[in-house]
């Protein structure tokens, strides 16, 4: 062996040392906040004592009643379409934004950025509250839409899946807009400037070129839109008055309500086990894309 071979592999190993020593503390703060709290979620899932997430013996009696009760399908079903309508409508309103602040080489570029993302410094409840303002039936719309005489009685905008989605759409969309300008390193203004050369039109240009090499960073602010939205739980309830049930509020709903604590434990794997087919369908998206 080499003189130079072994300071090379002891170099390596240190190097290698170190990082183990630097990822220590991320380690220990993960299995603390994360690993740890779901260890104890998945063991009061299967709790045969329904005031206790440890008492009893093991059973499965929990996930029979969230996986065959028809109530639950339901809520579930209501928890997925409600994600979806949200992160494709914070998408489309959010990526010309992005796009833009992307683009532009304003003096006031950082200025308008900042005010893209200023509503995250308010609270979800505040905003939530705003929207029962606006869409009430004596809100802003509708008391608008009367003093017009476009309508008689008030347009139900609130109380409702409707409500839920257009306060959902705007208090998300600053985590589309951060979510997209991350991503859309990918875009070279020469390719542009090339296609346009060879007689490209502005359209084509942006279907062939821009779209497509802004994609990843479209998907990964559908991805943080989505799991942020089947995960709410506060404007749904107050915007859904009641009527709106998903996953986050009947978690809520048997936790404190009823006291059903592994019940509501498993209620809460299964929007796990949500979040993680998104993912996985996500990362095979960006795999496809980036191919």
């Given at each position: 062996?080499?003189?130079?071979?072994?300071?090379?592999?002891?170099?390596?190993?240190?190097?290698?040392?170190?990082?183990?020593?630097?990822?220590?503390?991320?380690?220990?703060?993960?299995?603390?906040?994360?690993?740890l709290?779901?260890?104890?979620?998945?063991?009061?899932s299967?709790?045969?004592?329904?005031?206790?997430?440890?008492?009893?013996?093991?059973?499965?009696?929990?996930?029979?009643?969230?996986?065959?009760?028809?109530?639950?399908?339901?809520?579930?079903?209501?928890?997925?379409?409600?994600?979806?309508?949200?992160?494709?409508?914070?998408?489309?309103?959010?990526?010309?934004?992005?796009?833009?602040?992307?683009?532009?080489?304003s003096?006031?570029?950082?200025?308008?950025?900042?005010?893209?993302?200023?509503?995250?410094?308010?609270?979800?409840?505040?905003?939530?509250?705003?929207?029962?303002?606006?869409?009430?039936?004596?809100?802003?719309?509708?008391?608008?839409?009367?003093?017009?005489?476009?309508?008689?009685?008030?347009?139900?905008?609130?109380?409702?899946?409707?409500?839920?989605?257009?306060?959902?759409v705007?208090?998300?969309?600053?985590?589309?807009?951060?979510?997209m300008?991350?991503?859309?390193?990918?875009?070279?203004?020469?390719?542009?400037?090339?296609a346009?050369?060879?007689?490209?039109?502005?359209?084509?240009?942006?279907?062939?070129?821009?779209?497509?090499?802004?994609?990843?960073?479209?998907?990964?602010?559908?991805?943080?839109?989505?799991?942020?939205?089947?995960?709410?739980?506060?404007?749904?309830?107050?915007?859904?008055?009641?009527?709106?049930?998903?996953?986050?509020?009947?978690?809520?709903?048997?936790?404190?309500?009823?006291?059903?604590?592994?019940?509501?434990?498993?209620?809460?794997?299964?929007?796990?086990?949500?979040?993680s087919?998104?993912?996985?369908?996500?990362?095979?998206?960006?795999r496809?894309?980036?191919?």
């Amino acid at each position: 062996m080499s003189a130079t071979g072994a300071p090379a592999r002891q170099v390596t190993g240190s190097t290698r040392f170190m990082l183990l020593i630097l990822l220590v503390p991320g380690l220990l703060a993960l299995m603390t906040t994360f690993l740890l709290p779901m260890t104890w979620l998945a063991r009061a899932s299967f709790s045969t004592s329904s005031m206790s997430a440890f008492g009893g013996g093991l059973t499965l009696e929990h996930y029979r009643a969230a996986l065959t009760d028809p109530f639950y399908w339901k809520v579930a079903m209501n928890t997925l379409w409600l994600g979806v309508t949200v992160s494709f409508f914070a998408v489309i309103l959010s990526y010309p934004i992005a796009l833009f602040l992307t683009r532009s080489t304003s003096r006031w570029r950082g200025v308008l950025t900042a005010l893209a993302v200023a509503p995250l410094l308010t609270s979800a409840v505040v905003r939530t509250y705003g929207w029962m303002v606006i869409l009430g039936d004596r809100g802003v719309i509708n008391s608008t839409l009367q003093a017009l005489s476009l309508t008689a009685d008030p347009v139900r905008l609130s109380n409702n899946t409707l409500g839920a989605t257009i306060a959902l759409v705007e208090i998300l969309m600053p985590y589309a807009i951060l979510a997209m300008l991350a991503g859309f390193g990918r875009l070279n203004p020469q390719l542009e400037e090339a296609a346009s050369m060879l007689g490209a039109s502005k359209l084509r240009v942006f279907w062939r070129i821009i779209l497509p090499l802004s994609l990843p960073g479209v998907l990964t602010g559908a991805l943080l839109v989505f799991v942020l939205a089947i995960s709410a739980f506060v404007t749904p309830r107050l915007m859904g008055g009641g009527r709106v049930f998903v996953l986050g509020t009947e978690v809520f709903q048997e936790a404190t309500v009823t006291l059903n604590w592994p019940l509501a434990a498993a209620l809460s794997v299964v929007l796990l086990a949500l979040f993680s087919s998104v993912i996985v369908i996500y990362q095979r998206a960006l795999r496809r894309l980036e191919a």
